[in-house]
C-alpha cells in the first residue's frame, strides 16, 4: 500500500507515536468487550443485511468515477488509486454473494476492465501488494461467477509478482515493490501464500502448493513473533544493517497472515498451520496495538482506513472455521458482533450511509470520508450479514 495523502510510512509512523503511549494493558489479559458510550433503552433491532444493501448502494452513488472505477473520497477528490479499487471487487463480490443480484456481477467486469484501462492500459503495478489485492478480489469473483476474464487477471498478476521473489536478500520472501530488492513486507507476502492457495484449489497445480508453503515458511521467520503471532510489518537493509520493524503491527498483517494459515491447513491438514491462524486471533483480541476498548483500533483514513476492513475478512474466516475449539469460536464471534453492534450505532452516518473511520463515531455531516474508510465499514456489515445468516451471532 502507499500513497493517498502522504507516503504510507509517514501516517504510519504518526500512528505508531500515539500507540506507544498504550502501555497500561497487559498482552495477556482481554480487553473488555464494552462500549463506552452504551445507552440504557429498549434493545435494538441489527438488520444487517438491509444495512449492507444501503452501504454497499452509497459507496457506489458517492464513489464512482469513471470507467467503472471509484475515486478517492466523497469530497470531489476523483483520483484513482489501484489498490482501494481492488477492495471495491471484493466488496461487490460480498454483495453478490449474499443477494445473487447481477447488479453486482455488472459493477464488477465494468470495475475490472476499468482499473486495466485506468491504470495506463495494464494491470502491472510496481507495489506487488496493489497486484496481489487485485489477483486476489479476481480470484473470488471467478469463483463467483465462472467467468474466465478474472481468473486471466488473476493469472497474469501472479507471474508478474512471482517475479520479486529473491533467495539471496535475507533467505527469500516477496519484495514490497519490484523496485525494492532490499525491503520485503507481510502485505506482499501472506496475500500472495492466499492467492497462491486460491490458485491451487482451482488449478490442482502442486507448484502453486511449493509456493505457498515457501512463502509462509519465510514470513513466519521473519516477520511473525514467535510467541504472540504478532506480524511485523517488514524488513529491510538500511546503511548495510538489516532491520525488522517490530514496532508496526497493523490490522491488515493480521488479517492475511491468519488467511494464509487458514488456507495451508486446509490444504494440507496440518495442524501447525491451523494452531498459528488461532494464535494470532487470540492477539487480536488483546493487543493494544490492535484493538482498543474491545474495537478494532481507529487507524485513520488514507490508507490505514483500509486495514480493519481486511483483517475482518479473514478474521471472520477463523470464527468460522468448523475445528476450532468453542471458546475460541465464541469470543472470536464475540469480538466480530461487538464491533459490528458499536459500528451499526454508533459509526455510520444516516442517512447518507458513511462509514466513520473510528467505528463508535459517525463522520460529521459533510465530512470527506475517503473511498477507503467507507470500504471498511462495508466489508464489516457484510461480514456481520454473512455471521448473522449463518447461525454466529445471537
Known amino acids: 500500500m502507499k500513497k493517498l495523502f502522504s507516503t504510507r510510512y509517514t501516517i504510519m509512523l504518526l500512528s505508531v507515536i500515539g500507540l506507544g503511549l498504550l502501555t497500561v494493558s497487559c498482552d495477556d489479559d482481554p480487553i473488555p468487550l464494552r462500549d463506552p458510550n452504551a445507552e440504557a433503552g429498549p434493545e435494538l433491532k441489527y438488520t444487517w443485511a438491509q ?81 496481489l489485492w487485485l489477483a486476489n478480489s479476481s480470484l473470488r469473483a471467478y469463483s463467483a461467477t465462472n467467468d474466465q476474464e478474472y481468473k486471466d487477471v488473476a493469472d497474469y498478476l501472479w507471474e508478474r509478482i512471482k517475479l520479486s521473489w529473491s533467495d539471496n536478500v535475507f533467505g527469500g520472501g516477496i519484495t514490497w515493490k519490484q523496485d525494492t530488492p532490499k525491503q520485503k513486507n507481510a502485505v506482499s507476502n501472506a496475500p500472495a501464500a492466499i492467492l497462491a492457495l486460491r490458485l491451487y484449489e ?45 514496532d508496526w503491527v497493523f490490522t491488515y498483517n493480521m488479517g492475511t497472515w491468519i488467511g494464509a494459515g487458514l488456507r495451508l491447513y486446509k490444504a ?106 467507507q470500504l471498511s465499514g462495508v466489508m464489516l456489515i457484510e461480514a456481520a450479514a454473512k455471521l448473522d445468516k449463518d447461525g454466529f451471532f445471537d
Not at 455531516?365 to 473511498?371: C, F, H, I, N
Open 51 to 131: 444495512t449492507a444493501d444501503s452501504l454497499q448502494l452509497s459507496t457506489y452513488n458517492n464513489y464512482l468515477g469513471s470507467n467503472g472505477t471509484f475515486v478517492q473520497n466523497n469530497a470531489g477528490n476523483g483520483t484513482f488509486n489501484y489498490w482501494p479499487n481492488a477492495h471495491v471487487l471484493d466488496v461487490l463480490v460480498d454483495g453478490y454473494l449474499r443477494t445473487g443480484d447481477d447488479n453486482y456481477k455488472t459493477k464488477m467486469k465494468a470495475l475490472l476492465q476499468g482499473i486495466k484501462v485506468k491504470n495506463g492500459n495494464t494491470y502491472n503495478n510496481v507495489f506487488n501488494d496493489d497486484m
Open 268 to 373: 494440507t491438514n496440518e495442524q501447525g498451520y491451523l494452531d498459528d491462524a488461532v494464535k494470532s486471533g487470540r492477539t487480536v483480541l488483546t493487543s493494544p496495538k490492535l484493538v482498543s476498548e474491545g474495537l478494532l483500533r481507529d487507524e485513520g483514513q488514507g490508507d490505514g482506513g483500509l486495514f480493519k476492513g481486511i483483517l475482518v475478512r479473514y478474521f471472520t474466516e477463523l470464527a468460522q472455521h468448523p475445528t476450532i475449539n468453542a471458546t475460541d469460536k465464541e469470543k472470536f464471534t464475540d469480538f466480530l458482533e461487538f464491533n459490528a453492534q458499536s459500528f451499526y450505532r454508533k459509526g455510520i452516518l444516516r442517512p447518507t450511509m458513511l462509514s466513520g473511520n473510528n467505528w463508535k463515531v459517525a463522520p460529521a455531516a459533510g465530512a470527506s470520508v475517503d473511498l477507503t474508510t
Open 202 to 246: 482451482i488449478d490442482n497445480d502442486p507448484d502453486d502448493l511449493v509456493w505457498a508453503k515457501k512463502i509462509y515458511a519465510w514470513q513466519k521467520a521473519n516477520l511473525v513473533d514467535p510467541v504472540s503471532g504478532a506480524v511485523w510489518d517488514n524488513i529491510s537493509e538500511v546503511n548495510g544493517t538489516v532491520v525488522t520493524n517490530k
